[in-house]
């Protein structure tokens, strides 16, 4: 097969997916990682002697080097600045989740990308775990019959630095792993949802932290189900594995327990002082980077939209505004 | 572009097919079979020619694919090797050693390369767990540990070619399966020093052969393999465990699966069902064909050598000469 050559840059790298994603790209065929930028020097001068990936001066300099598409993995809050600069210089942008911190925010961004005729994608790599990919063939095959409802979690490691401070994370705990499950089950059940009610713990596990590190929400989806998420960054440094996406389907014939990332050998190693789970499942972000990378060399649609990336973000912004309140939010 | 041509359709060939056909930079060219309604009905499923002779074959192919029973790999190949083609030979390499040596030897000769077959090496958990002690996660190895255990392929089911009920064709289970946690076990632990086996495979039980195998590696480390084709039906259970100086690695196909549904309808009563999908590059038999492909195309160097597959048939045999007379067997002298 001959492929067109992609050229793709990156737009910030503060985001720690942005390593995977860089290795995803380096390794693909037809593809070259033109050069990346960051207003961080430090942490730019070294991803970009780490992977090998020119460093440019200014993101205007990165974008005039002629793109086919960016990757931006700045701090959350930078998402829309970032976006709204490269709209228009590059025919595609796949932009980290949450897609940005406010409402407005990702408005603006959809819009100025629509304007320009740039196409927006949203980063939900967990849409490209093979177990969700089957999962999802199961339901719309019918398996359960009628679902009744989902019990949710996705916990994780607290993860410092920008993403504990509010004003470049715009949240959380909350923000930061509702958006994932919530993504996949508007994509599984092709339903938004309804109403949100939220216990949210701020510096419940990480005493001082200063920003929500735990948080239960319980929803409806305007297709009936009900559910309920744990977003909590409560998976300490001597367990096992960093976090889990487990989502368990009840239905009139069964239920489904998927536990989507438990592709693990165990590992016990004096060295790490500690025993760990070591994941062998297939690489998710290289399915997210494989999609782009076809979608911008076939002309074709982003699989997930700056929309997809709005709604799941506004029912975490929800989750915030039912916590304050003490009562279930509407959407 | 590498041009394809199978020797072999049947159950195992099939396997390979669902990963050529969808493999980029590779033409599926056709067919060889003794049977050759068996290689018409791969033509029809999976597209390409049926080819009447090995020669017709050799002619329109550059890498050639030994998908027949193991009792006929050896003429296959020494045809392919003549021919000059490169050549992927399932395991096990042969049915005999001196068989397995001739081909590797020929291959050797003719400049031809020969990749073994030996698929667990490109199981993701597999993979992991030899990663793992490469990056020193737990020292020198040192007791190693692994079962593949499942039902007897009896004449007439799936996957079940008559061969495998003979002995004198087959070699049983310890040279059909174990030949698979040998390998992987070396490529842990390294060279094979001494065997010690006891199993069913001379017990006279019919559908019966189940074996316990001990192994001394060279480096001091020791080893154990349960393979069973004496489990109930329809049930395939592998593990892996590998204790080093410095920690332990376990892997166990009973452990929960990613996917567990467990479901009710009057048709079919309780159902329980685990599932654990991987993308479809993943999949080990097409990530090993695509990975001979790359070593032929000079992108990769190989993970598995003939060499790899010869001992591998070695041990195996000495594993079984072990069940035969009741006595150790030391590799240094043993010659099939």
């Known amino acids: 097969m001959t492929h067109q050559l992609v050229r793709i840059g990156f737009l910030g790298i503060a985001h720690l997916h942005s390593a995977s994603y860089v290795q995803s790209l380096l390794t693909m065929r037809g593809v070259e990682v033109v050069g990346m930028w960051d207003h961080n020097d430090a942490i730019a001068a070294e991803w970009s002697s780490q992977y090998g990936v020119p460093r440019f001066a200014s993101a205007d300099a990165l974008l005039n080097a002629e793109l086919d598409a960016v990757v931006v993995c700045s701090e959350n809050a930078h998402h829309r600045p970032l976006v709204e600069q490269a709209a228009g210089r590059v025919k595609a942008i796949l932009c980290e989740k949450p897609i940005a911190t406010t409402v407005a925010d990702a408005q603006a961004m959809i819009d100025r990308c629509a304007a320009t005729n740039t196409k927006l994608q949203i980063a939900f790599p967990v849409r490209f775990a093979p177990t969700v990919i089957e999962l999802k063939r199961q339901l719309d095959a019918g398996l359960l019959g009628e679902v009744f409802t989902v019990n949710c979690t996705n916990h994780g490691s607290m993860p410092g630095g920008w993403f504990t401070v509010p004003e470049l994370a715009g949240g959380g705990a909350v923000l930061d792993h509702t958006v994932h499950v919530i993504d996949v089950l508007r994509w599984f059940f092709n339903a938004e949802v309804t109403e949100v009610y939220a216990e949210i713990g701020d510096s419940l596990l990480h005493p001082g932290l200063g920003i929500d590190d735990a948080g239960l929400l319980s929803f409806t989806l305007s297709n009936g189900v009900y559910g309920t998420l744990d977003t909590s960054w409560s998976r300490p440094p001597s367990y096992t594995i960093w976090g889990d996406v487990k989502l368990e389907i009840l239905g009139e014939r069964g239920v489904i327990y998927a536990d989507t990332l438990h592709q693990y050998i165990t590992v016990a190693s004096n060295a790490a002082g500690k025993t760990r789970w070591i994941g062998y499942g297939s690489n998710i972000d290289r399915g997210l980077m494989t999609d782009f990378v076809e979608m911008i060399r076939t002309g074709g649609e982003p699989s997930i939209t700056g929309e997809d990336g709005l709604r799941a973000m506004q029912v975490a912004l929800a989750a915030y505004e039912s916590a304050r309140r003490g009562e279930p939010v509407r959407l | ?336």
């Open chain 2, 1 to 336: 572009m590498q041009r394809i041509g199978l020797i072999g359709t049947g159950a195992i060939a099939a396997i390979h097919l669902d990963g050529w056909r969808r493999m980029p930079g590779v033409e599926l060219v056709g067919y060889y079979d003794v049977r050759p309604e068996a290689a018409e009905r791969a033509a029809q499923r999976y597209g390409g020619q049926v080819f009447a002779t090995l020669d017709d074959l050799f002619a329109a192919v550059d890498v050639v694919d030994v998908c027949t029973p193991g009792t006929a790999h050896k003429e296959n190949v020494l045809a392919a090797a003549a021919a000059g083609k490169a050549i992927i030979c399932e395991k096990p390499l042969a049915r005999h050693l001196a068989d397995a040596v001739e081909m590797v030897e020929a291959c050797e000769r003719a400049g031809a390369p020969l990749f073994p077959a030996q698929v667990v090496r490109f199981f993701p958990m597999y993979k992991q767990v030899k990663a793992q002690i490469d990056a020193g996660a737990i020292g020198a190895p040192g007791v190693y540990r692994s079962a593949r255990s499942g039902s007897f392929p009896r004449p007439g089911r799936d996957f079940s070619a008559p061969h495998y009920a003979d002995f004198n064709l087959s070699g049983g289970v310890v040279l059909d399966v174990a030949v698979h946690d040998i390998d992987f076990a070396r490529w842990c632990c390294g060279e094979v020093e001494r065997v010690f086996a006891r199993g069913l495979t001379f017990s006279g039980k019919e559908f019966q052969d189940h074996a316990l195998i001990l192994l001394r590696f060279a480096s001091g480390a020791i080893g154990h393999i349960e393979v069973s084709w004496s489990h109930p039906r329809t049930t395939f259970r592998t593990r892996v465990e590998v204790a080093g100086n410095g920690g332990l690695i376990e892997w166990d196909s009973l452990d929960r699966p990613p996917l567990l549904y467990e479901l009710y309808d009057d048709a079919h009563g309780f159902r329980r069902i685990g599932g654990s999908p991987t993308a479809d590059e993943d999949e080990p038999y097409y990530a090993e064909l695509a990975h001979f492909i790359d070593v032929l195309e000079g992108r990769a160097e190989p993970i598995v050598t003939a060499r790899d597959g010869l001992e591998a048939v070695r041990v195996a045999l000495a594993a079984i000469e072990s069940m035969r007379t009741g006595k150790v067997i030391a590799m240094k002298d043993f010659g099939g």
